[in-house]
């Protein structure tokens, strides 16, 4: 289908504004960038029962969280949730109001994580420091008025990422944390970017496929690593015994092909996974709140899946 109008205008607003594209500038200036780019159409936060700050210590040092509770009921689902960005923009503050807008949707304790950025902190910086705050929450999940039997991972675009590894990574240490499900928002998965959608999309569509290059430039300069399993994750031989998945593409994306194939993938190996395709949307549309109506849309389904996972144990069919 055409793409939404509501994108489109977003998409317009950006070339008025001036916003150069990404790929263009440095990592500072890109980081600038994105905030210009959020305030022509600003979102409005929703409320919360609570919203807490924690450093905890970890083997790379000191991280930041930001906790958000729905309510003070006790024994509350928990979702760790790993910021998009491309590993290089965005953080915690950026992703404010789509982290408290999960909260409330899926009902469950939402923890943002600050990991380290590239290109100060190149991979696997951010890949170990989402394991170790994935690994603390799980430890201290009751303390957080959380239950630990009911403790998901999700992340968008690079979050989404590193969201899929830290889920193979706590299945290979046995199921060290337990996971019941990973949330995936449009997530590259693999390099290099030569996928039908890359090459539809590569220009026009907010996130370019120039941006994505540019973006692993900057988190993994070397490209040999970019086939590691802890940065391609469609690349690991093996994703059997993985948690049940949740996973949103959007029809104008470069990366959509990367975030289908995956589905698949964990499809083939026996895992039970919701996905799918928002057609007439690009890029970071979830983070669309209040501005595009299908960022709604797609709130309430990611909601109703993961509340299934969750909340019951209820499935919902998931379409392809």
């Given amino acids: 289908m055409p793409l939404d109008p509501q994108a489109r205008a977003l998409l317009d607003a950006r070339i008025a504004a001036g916003i150069p594209p990404t790929h263009t500038l440095t990592p500072q200036a890109a980081r600038a960038a994105i905030i210009a780019?959020?305030?022509?159409?600003?979102t409005i936060p929703q409320d919360v029962a609570r919203v807490e700050e924690r450093r905890i210590n970890t083997d790379g040092g000191v991280l930041r969280l930001r906790v958000y509770w729905p309510s003070a009921a006790a024994s509350q689902p928990v979702l760790v949730y790993l910021h998009g960005g491309g590993w290089v923009v965005c953080d915690i503050d950026t992703h404010d109001a789509l982290c408290r807008a999960l909260s409330n949707a899926c009902r469950a304790i939402v923890v943002s994580v600050d990991?380290?950025?590239?290109?100060?902190?190149?991979?696997?910086?951010?890949?170990?420091?989402?394991?170790?705050?994935?690994?603390?929450?799980?430890?201290?999940?009751?303390?957080?008025g959380g239950d630990p039997s009911r403790l998901a991972v999700g992340g968008d675009s690079a979050g989404g990422t590193l969201a899929a590894v830290v889920c193979r990574r706590a299945r290979d240490r046995g199921g060290d944390p337990?996971?019941?499900?990973?949330?995936?928002?449009?997530?590259?998965?693999?390099?290099?970017?030569?996928?039908?959608?890359?090459?539809?999309?590569?220009?026009?569509?907010?996130?370019?496929?120039?941006?994505?290059?540019?973006?692993?430039?900057?988190?993994?300069?070397?490209?040999?690593r970019r086939q590691e399993p802890d940065a391609s994750p469609l690349r690991a031989t093996d994703l059997r015994g993985l948690p049940p998945g949740?996973?949103?593409?959007?029809?104008?994306?470069?990366?959509?092909?990367?975030g289908e194939a995956y589905a698949q993938r964990l499809r083939e190996a026996g895992v039970h996974v919701d996905a799918r395709?928002?057609?007439?949307?690009?890029?970071?549309?979830v983070s669309g709140l209040g501005v595009i109506d299908r960022a709604q849309e797609a709130m309430d389904w990611v909601a109703g899946c993961m509340r299934a996972h969750l909340h019951s144990t209820a499935r919902i069919g998931g379409a392809a």
């Fill in 277 to 285: 395709r928002f057609d007439g949307m690009l890029h970071g549309f």
């Fill in 246 to 258: 949740v996973v949103v593409t959007a029809e104008y994306d470069p990366l959509r092909d990367e």
């Fill in 37 to 42: 780019r959020m305030a022509l159409a600003p």
């Fill in 178 to 224: 337990p996971i019941a499900a990973q949330l995936l928002i449009y997530p590259p998965t693999d390099y290099p970017l030569t996928t039908p959608s890359h090459r539809d999309n590569a220009e026009g569509y907010m996130l370019t496929t120039a941006d994505m290059e540019w973006y692993w430039n900057q988190y993994c300069p070397d490209v040999a």
């Fill in 115 to 144: 990991y380290r950025r590239a290109p100060e902190s190149r991979y696997p910086t951010a890949v170990e420091d989402a394991d170790a705050a994935l690994r603390w929450v799980a430890t201290n999940a009751t303390v957080l």
